[in-house]
């Protein structure tokens, strides 16, 4: 039972009993999914008040782009999983994958379906209060947050990790998603993949601390065994990936 069904049900009905009703299973399993669901997502999906389920901002934002899937592919269910490991078709009962990287990946069919790109970001308070970016020394009068798979370091030397013997003090997150809920709390700058902190910024949640976006040299790429490309569920799949991702905003159109 996927997390994302369990989620999709609860919005809809607004309740984990009427939710856990109509899916088959116990009003304790489908909270249980829903909370590994917010873990992973690090932050609320819903606020609970007795028995009254309401979504939260978070939540709403979620729908708009899954119920377009519904629609154009009323007839698949889709089941997701997210891992850093990549997927083993042979072994593993997935028909394709998105994957970040480089490209170049063998024995499967593999199409480039976005870029990403680095940027600044801090919550709107900690611009006011510190300004913007023009240049290095401007990092020193923000409280910044660091990621282990994007460090600062990687934004002031152009793409290319180095260290200048002057670290950059801060808290180090290995999860991106928990580094821009705590971008929103205000806790410090964070140096962010575009991908996750675009409807923030458009939301306002976050801003842009700087006017510049570093491309990375990595992409998402939507993967698959070559056979199952003839799946109708899968060429459906692969067609609603494509104009989602072909829809999304670039930072140098902010």
């Not at 200048?164 to 705590?182: H, I, K, Q, W, Y």
Request: hydrophobic letters at 45%.
């Amino acid at each position: 039972m996927g997390s994302l069904r369990v989620f999709i049900a609860v919005a809809h009905h607004l309740s984990f009993t009427r939710a856990a009703d109509a899916l088959g299973v116990t009003a304790s399993a489908a909270s249980l999914q829903i909370r590994s669901l917010e873990e992973y997502l690090a932050r609320p999906l819903f606020r609970r008040n007795g028995r009254q389920v309401v979504l939260t901002t978070e939540a709403e934002a979620l729908l708009p782009r899954l119920e377009r899937f519904r629609v154009a592919c009323p007839a698949v269910n889709l089941h997701l999983h997210t891992s850093e490991e990549k997927v083993d078709f042979v072994r593993e009962d997935f028909h394709a994958a998105v994957r970040f990287g480089r490209g170049g990946y063998s024995n499967v069919y593999s199409e480039k379906l976005m870029d990403e790109w680095l940027v600044p970001v801090c919550a709107p308070a900690l611009y006011r209060k510190f300004g913007p970016l023009r240049e290095a020394n401007d990092l020193r009068r923000y409280p910044l947050l660091h990621s282990v798979s994007d460090p600062w370091t990687i934004w002031l030397f152009d793409g290319h990790s180095a260290d200048d013997g002057t670290p950059l003090r801060g808290a180090v997150f290995d999860a991106e998603v928990a580094l821009v809920r705590m971008a929103e709390q205000a806790a410090g700058l964070v140096l962010a993949r575009w991908s996750l902190v675009a409807e923030q910024i458009a939301s306002g949640k976050l801003v842009r601390a700087s006017t510049r976006a570093l491309r990375l040299d990595e992409g998402y790429w939507l993967v698959c065994p070559a056979r199952a490309r003839a799946l109708p569920s899968v060429k459906g799949f692969m067609d609603w990936i494509r104009k989602e991702a072909a829809g999304f905003s670039h930072p140098i159109d902010t």
